[in-house]
């Protein structure tokens, strides 16, 4: 089935400074991509998609574009802040027309001010 | 409005008790997904509902998991005879329509910590 290999973290960075999150995935056909954010304490809440090739999803500052040369969408962002940090994690359905999710591992962000 | 809720939000059980853990989706919302989160890990399929149906029971890892939705709102996961391995997060999501496309809204979880 389809499935994502995302960035291991720790990643910390400073207020400002540029953000990326790297994730490629491996997939029959070009199922819907996704990325969730878990802020502590919370639970997971969806921060974009993109539902086809080379469609740009963004959201809070934040995109990612699906790349089917690269089989990537990696997440950016061009100055984070403070209440940015949280948990990210990448996901994709397992196969077509699936309704569950499989994810990545996560991966934790801090920003410091 | 109210989002998906779950209770308990912490969970205590010594080895071999039964557990019950309990998910209110957001009102109208067909479907509706278990997931089990390992410290450090992104979240695991457990099992999905449309409605009061379980279409699927996959990721249940043992015949000790159980999950049920009888009135096609309310869930309940139980686990019985809890081992130290099923300490994890449950989370529960539910979405508004069966495509994979639509946005699962998650529940904060329970946490379960068997001793």
């Known amino acids: 089935g389809n499935s994502v290999t995302q960035m291991e973290g720790p990643v910390t960075l400073s207020e400002e400074a540029f953000l990326t999150i790297n994730c490629t995935y491996t997939?029959?056909?070009?199922?819907?991509l996704f990325w969730y954010v878990q802020y502590p304490g919370e639970g997971l809440q969806l921060l974009l998609k993109a539902t086809k090739a080379d469609d740009k999803g963004s959201n809070k500052g934040f995109e990612a574009t699906y790349r089917k040369e690269t089989t990537s969408f990696h997440l950016e962002k061009g100055s984070v802040q403070v209440s940015d940090s949280a948990v990210y994690f990448c996901?994709?359905?397992?196969?077509?027309?699936?309704?569950?999710?499989?994810f990545g591992k996560g991966t934790k962000l801090t920003v410091n001010p | 409005g109210a989002g998906v809720s779950q209770s308990p939000r912490y969970k205590v059980a010594k080895r071999g008790q039964d557990v019950a853990l309990r998910c209110d989706p957001i009102s109208g919302h067909v479907s509706l997904f278990w997931y089990q989160q390992a410290l450090g890990q992104g979240p695991e399929f457990l099992t999905y509902f449309q409605n009061e149906a379980q279409l699927d029971k996959s990721g249940l890892p043992s015949d000790r998991f159980f999950a049920e939705r009888p009135e096609g709102s309310v869930s309940t996961l139980k686990i019985q005879r809890t081992q130290q391995e099923d300490s994890a997060v449950y989370l529960c999501?539910?979405?508004?329509?069966?495509?994979?496309?639509?946005?699962?809204?998650f529940g904060p979880g329970t946490r379960l910590t068997v001793t």
């Open positions: 996901a994709l359905p397992p196969q077509g027309g699936s309704e569950k999710l499989v």
């Open positions: 997939a029959t056909g070009y199922p819907s």
């Open positions: 999501a539910s979405s508004y329509s069966p495509q994979a496309s639509y946005e699962q809204y």
